[in-house]
């Protein structure tokens, strides 16, 4: 008992004094993005076998836990401008289209009135690094990584570039996407352009991290945000990393494989160098996370998710992520944690744990939740709902739409930019119709007024709207005449159609239905020629007028959001028909992979009416149950109208803040040819006003 008791008190000692050493030093913060990662495209989710990531894989099993309903955006730009402000992409003018047009040109960025995460961390003392694709802006100094909080900077600013000799395609002409910035030393990267065998980007931005790793001071809480080139299109690796996978008889998707094989080289050496810096991995917690799903038009794979980027369906946004880090307790490592999450909570769990605050970071307060206490105790997530989309259309979302000479040139991974979303046409569903009912007799009604000839009953008013039996078979509705469904006989006290079968009176109010004739409620019919009214037991027929349709949401294009089980979607969700289902990636001897379309009677494209999903049971979006759920749809409808009237419109949220606007600056060609780089062309912009 004494040696128990003891026990208790030295792992109680231990645990104040680890308390104790993180109070005094904040963890270390790793967050690692693999670009347009798809949900099958790791090894610990791969159904076709074709992605080789043995290192990831045996690191996710021992060491991490995966977030099981994790969301992001459905492509870059957003998702990261949410991982650096904390704020939802609608609340930052980040919600349209637009995706900041991967065309180095345009003169846009997050407004520089939001304090982004390494300079949220700065409160607290950290050193700031970012390696890899940038995609938030670069028009002036004040837009890029050193000057928003970031100390040490070498990546690209634009949507994507080649993993080899780092061009990018601009406006009219190619240029070199590479800085090397520390502090306001903004410069471009020339000694890794010229000899691609050198740089593959992953060799880049990983070997940069190890080197300075090796000279950090682990007494300062250092921040890395590594944001991979890989597995963006083109699909490019090195010929090991081909080789790897040469099975894969489809280049494209060999290539995607390959990248993928080279992210598990480098991003595992980079968690080795930090276990190597003596304790330093014992305080450090690691994030690895996807933009958007996996790219359809760049051998992504989402399957058996339905879509992918560029879409609100769940291969889109249902994000590859887990954590990891010695802040992880053992209970957790090798194991799933199922909480709803959204990138935007990276922010403020980042900001809870080194003990720095949220608050006056920006115009609007941030939108996301501390996570990590609900992941580190396996409980529940402290996030009630999750908001993918609020989109109005407001002309202040207008923007102007890549060039078409860029897009003549555009790589497979970015061209899908160049033409709007396009829904899938489905056949026209008829309009409902009118239908006849009892109510109190009233002589002055003229919907209650029928004419009864030539074995039809009609309205007085309209010869077109005559009794018919539905195709369901047992309802009669008003609709064109002179067919066999139009066809009944009033007499004997019944009203006789169709396969013999009768009218029958439902109660007051109600469609009248079509069935036996043995029924007591087929009886006690008679048509009263005098006053042209078709009678039941005192009860008149009277024609129900169709109902006005509700009125569309006013001003609202696209929401979607997720409570709970429950996923609605209110507008158009997908891009074009090929990306609206369910495909699966060529095989290994490239045939082409399967495509599973939605079917006709079994589809719902969320334009006209809502769409709802249960998420848990139906994972993969196959059953549309809005028709069969109307109050929960009606209640996630109300709360989408609610937030649309918090949406920020690009207009409003200054995110193109010179008079180009959304198009392109002909200066920044100007600047490229000049240095052969994209940097920042404009003079500093006054943020004071």
Not at 197 to 205: Q, V
Not at 245 to 267: F, H, P, T, V, Y
Not at 464 to 476: G, Y
Not at 632 to 642: G, L, P, Y
């Amino acid at each position: 008992h004494h040696q128990k008791m003891m026990s208790a008190v030295v792992a109680g000692v231990l645990v104040a004094g680890v308390a104790a050493a993180r109070a005094a030093q904040p963890p270390n913060i790793v967050m690692m993005v693999v670009d347009d990662l798809g949900w099958n495209d790791v090894g610990w989710r791969d159904e076709f076998k074709q992605i080789k990531t043995p290192k990831l894989d045996k690191f996710v099993a021992e060491e991490s836990a995966i977030l099981s309903n994790y969301y992001v955006y459905r492509f870059c730009s957003p998702s990261r401008s949410t991982f650096m402000t904390g704020r939802y992409p609608w609340h930052i003018g980040q919600q349209t289209r637009m995706n900041l047009n991967p065309t180095p040109g345009i003169a846009c960025g997050i407004n520089l009135k939001y304090d982004f995460m390494p300079k949220m961390l700065k409160q607290k003392g950290y050193e700031t690094w970012a390696l890899g694709k940038w995609h938030l802006g670069f028009l002036t100094n004040q837009y890029t990584p050193t000057y928003r909080g970031f100390d040490h900077y070498l990546g690209y600013y634009s949507g994507a570039e080649e993993h080899f000799t780092h061009e990018k395609a601009g406006i009219g002409m190619t240029a070199y996407d590479l800085s090397n910035n520390t502090g306001t030393s903004i410069n471009p990267c020339l000694w890794a352009v010229g000899n691609a065998s050198s740089f593959y980007s992953s060799y880049l931005y990983g070997n940069e991290t190890l080197r300075m790793l090796a000279k950090h001071d682990e007494t300062v809480p250092l921040f890395i945000y590594l944001a991979w080139n890989n597995v963006h299109s083109p699909c490019e690796a090195p010929d090991n990393y081909l080789a790897v996978n040469k099975e894969i008889q489809d280049k494209s998707r060999q290539g995607l494989a390959g990248m993928m094989s080279a992210i598990d080289d480098q991003l595992t050496a980079v968690v080795d160098g930090i276990k190597a810096k003596g304790s330093m991995w014992d305080n450090t917690l690691l994030v690895f996370t996807t933009d958007n799903g996996g790219n359809l038009g760049g051998s992504g794979c989402n399957y058996p998710l339905r879509g992918g980027k560029y879409t609100f369906w769940q291969g889109g946004v249902r994000g590859q992520a887990f954590v990891a880090g010695g802040l992880l307790p053992q209970s957790m490592r090798g194991s799933h944690w199922d909480g709803a999450a959204h990138a935007a909570d990276w922010y403020t769990t980042f900001a809870a744990l080194a003990g720095a605050t949220v608050d006056n970071t920006g115009p609007l307060p941030a939108d996301g939740v501390a996570l990590f206490n609900a992941i580190a105790t396996n409980g529940s997530s402290p996030r009630t709902e999750v908001v993918l989309q609020i989109m109005s259309n407001s002309s202040d979302n207008l923007f102007e739409p890549p060039s078409a000479e860029w897009c003549a040139t555009a790589g497979t991974g970015d061209v899908a930019l160049c033409t709007p979303p396009q829904t899938t046409v489905a056949a026209p569903v008829p309009p409902p119709r009118p239908y006849p009912a009892l109510v109190g007799c009233n002589p002055a009604d003229p919907l209650q007024k029928f004419v009864y000839s030539n074995s039809q009953l009609c309205m007085a008013s309209s010869t077109e709207l005559c009794f018919n039996v539905q195709k369901s078979e047992d309802h009669i509705i008003l609709f064109e005449g002179d067919h066999a469904n139009s066809q009944f006989q009033v007499s004997g006290g019944k009203v006789t159609g169709l396969q013999s079968k009768c009218v029958l009176a439902e109660l007051p109010g109600k469609q009248l239905l079509f069935g036996g004739c043995n029924d007591a409620e087929a009886t006690g019919w008679n048509y009263v020629a005098s006053n042209q009214s078709l009678q039941h037991n005192g009860l008149c027929v009277v024609a129900v007028p169709v109902p006005p349709p509700p009125p569309s949401p006013l001003g609202l294009e696209l929401g979607v959001l997720i409570q709970g089980q429950y996923k609605l979607i209110q507008g158009y969700p997908g891009w074009k028909p090929s990306w609206d289902g369910w495909i699966q990636p060529p095989t290994n001897d490239n045939l082409a992979g399967q495509v599973e379309l939605p079917v006709e009677g079994n589809s719902s494209f969320c334009q006209d009416s809502p769409c709802l999903f249960d998420i848990f049971a139906d994972p993969t979006e196959h059953n549309d149950i809005a028709a069969q759920n109307p109050a929960i749809v009606a209640k996630m409808s109300a709360r989408i109208m609610e937030l649309l009237q918090g949406e920020v419109t690009v207009q409003e949220s200054g995110l193109c803040p010179t008079p180009t606007g959304t198009g392109n600056d002909q200066k920044s060609a100007a600047s490229a040819r000049a240095i052969g780089f994209w940097e920042p062309w404009l003079p500093p912009i006054n943020t004071s006003g």
